[in-house]
């Protein structure tokens, strides 16, 4: 089938290499020319394991290409909204001025029968809003919200454990006649998928829309109770880790999204629970989702507890300290550091006067536009050299698995590690003389 996707950030390009990887035509529109040239030549503009490959064969078969030519996705009759909606500058909403762009360009390409398929991340009513801009030139407008996770965004796109559809429907919750045309056209799109059993949830345009911000704010939920919780263990000499495996083994509950530490950052979690919020108080609902903003409190405050066990353990000041920072990226297998705990963490100790040494695998030249004032060390050993303290901030393997406590000793000036990403085996670190610190740990 001939899909375009509109706007090639991490959604669009993952999305439209995946499309192309799975039998489709697609070409893929932006406004970026750097990234455009890097997409044709089939190169993954971030780091994603795997998409890489994929580019470079879907670029290679002819199947896939990038232009900023909007004209070239005339003809398709997919047309997936991937573009970006960050936060507003002045608030805490969803800044729609991408979104609403891409569709007054696609009212100029669309022909009688084409849908639009949005993606993006969007403030649940946006999708009815928009509906009879898409109508008027004959288009239908569905929205199929997408939950991939960066690091595993190829698997997540190509194999996604369900595939949920809003579309048109009646007051009676029904699809329109329209709406069952989409959703079987859809059902082709996504055929490896849908022929697995994946499950295929066909609901109204704001459930669909409703359902990601709900998946997020959920997770987002999970991680802020967990470090709630180490709040509580360390002011009582509990342990948290062992709290979230006992309270994890309760199959209600689940030990997935209980890594207590620094918490959660990254594009997505921290941008769409401030949106949601926001998005309530305009629906005069803020009080159901009023706790969102407790959760986004709970997690800024691990930043400061990060910094604070960092001090107590130089002894009060961080003062001219040699510190060295394991991870700047908001997780591990990405290169993303928006909103990363890891790198505001390194950030405020090198504003507190502290001499900061970070590392990163995969995130340093994003790490060092963002925050040009720290020192970048590609080498590990190399930044480990001389620290008057580790601060581990990204669970990496590379730190978590490959990163030997013998060895360490070694090369740092004083045997201090704290793990803020709780990943390590605390008794083998103290073991090798090490004074270990963890986040909600004794
Ligand atoms: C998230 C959602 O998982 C995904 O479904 C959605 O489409 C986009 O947002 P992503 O931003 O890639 O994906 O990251 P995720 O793996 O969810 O991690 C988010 C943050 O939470 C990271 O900073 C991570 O370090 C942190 N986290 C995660 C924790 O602090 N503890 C945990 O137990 C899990």
């Not at 079987?184 to 499950?199: D, H, I, N, Q």
């Not at 939920?221 to 948290?240: H, R």
């Not at 062992?242 to 979690?269: E, K, P, Q, V």
């Not at 159901?288 to 000041?317: P, T």
Request: proline residues 4%; aromatic residues 6%.
């Amino acid at each position: 089938m001939k899909l375009s996707v509109i706007g090639c950030g991490y959604l669009g390009a993952v999305h439209a290499a995946a499309m192309a990887s799975i039998g489709h035509e697609v070409v893929g529109i932006d406004v970026d020319p750097d990234k455009l040239e890097a997409l044709s030549r089939g190169e993954a503009p971030f780091f994603e394991p795997d998409l890489q490959r994929l580019l470079a064969d879907g670029v290679a078969s002819g199947r896939l290409r990038f232009t900023h030519d909007l004209e070239e996705a005339r003809g398709a009759k997919f047309h997936f909204v991937a573009v970006g909606t960050p936060q507003r500058k002045d608030g805490s909403a969803a800044d729609l001025t991408y979104v609403n762009a891409a569709i007054d360009g696609l009212l100029s390409i669309l022909s009688d029968g084409d849908i639009v398929v949005g993606k993006s991340t969007t403030p649940v009513g946006t999708a009815q809003e928009l509906t009879p801009r898409v109508e008027s030139v004959g288009g239908t407008l569905v929205w199929n919200p997408e939950f991939l996770r960066e690091g595993w965004a190829v698997k997540d796109t190509i194999e996604p454990d369900r595939i949920v559809v809003g579309v048109p429907s009646r007051a009676d919750g029904e699809p329109t006649a329209a709406g069952h045309l989409a959703v079987a056209s859809l059902r082709e799109v996504y055929a490896p998928a849908v022929s697995t059993g994946t499950p295929f949830i066909v609901t109204d345009l704001a459930t669909a829309e409703l359902v990601k911000v709900a998946a997020n704010a959920f997770l987002a939920t999970k991680i802020s109770f967990i470090n709630a919780m180490s709040e509580i263990a360390e002011v009582t000499g509990a342990d948290v880790t062992t709290l979230a495996d006992a309270i994890g083994h309760d199959t209600r509950i689940g030990r997935r999204f209980l890594g207590a530490g620094i918490g959660f950052g990254g594009g997505c979690l921290p941008k769409d629970i401030r949106a949601f919020a926001a998005r309530a108080e305009e629906l005069g609902r803020g009080e159901a989702v009023g706790f969102l903003r407790e959760v986004d409190e709970i997690n800024m405050r691990r930043r400061d507890r990060a910094v604070a066990i960092v001090e107590e353990a130089l002894g009060g000041s961080v003062f001219e300290k040699q510190i060295t920072v394991l991870g700047a990226a908001f997780k591990p297998h990405s290169d993303d550091v928006r909103d990363s705990p890891a790198l505001d963490v390194a950030t405020r100790l090198h504003g507190l006067g502290a001499k900061v040494k970070v590392t990163d695998p995969a995130a340093i030249e994003n790490a060092r536009r963002v925050s040009p004032q720290l020192t970048y060390v590609a080498d590990r050993d190399e930044a480990l050299e001389g620290a008057d303290l580790v601060l581990l901030v990204t669970e990496w393997d590379e730190y978590r698995r490959e990163m030997h406590p013998l060895q360490v000793a070694d090369l740092v000036s004083a045997s201090i590690i704290v793990d803020g990403r709780n990943c390590l085996d605390a008794r083998e670190w103290r073991d090798a003389g090490f004074v270990y610190y963890g986040m909600g740990r004794p």
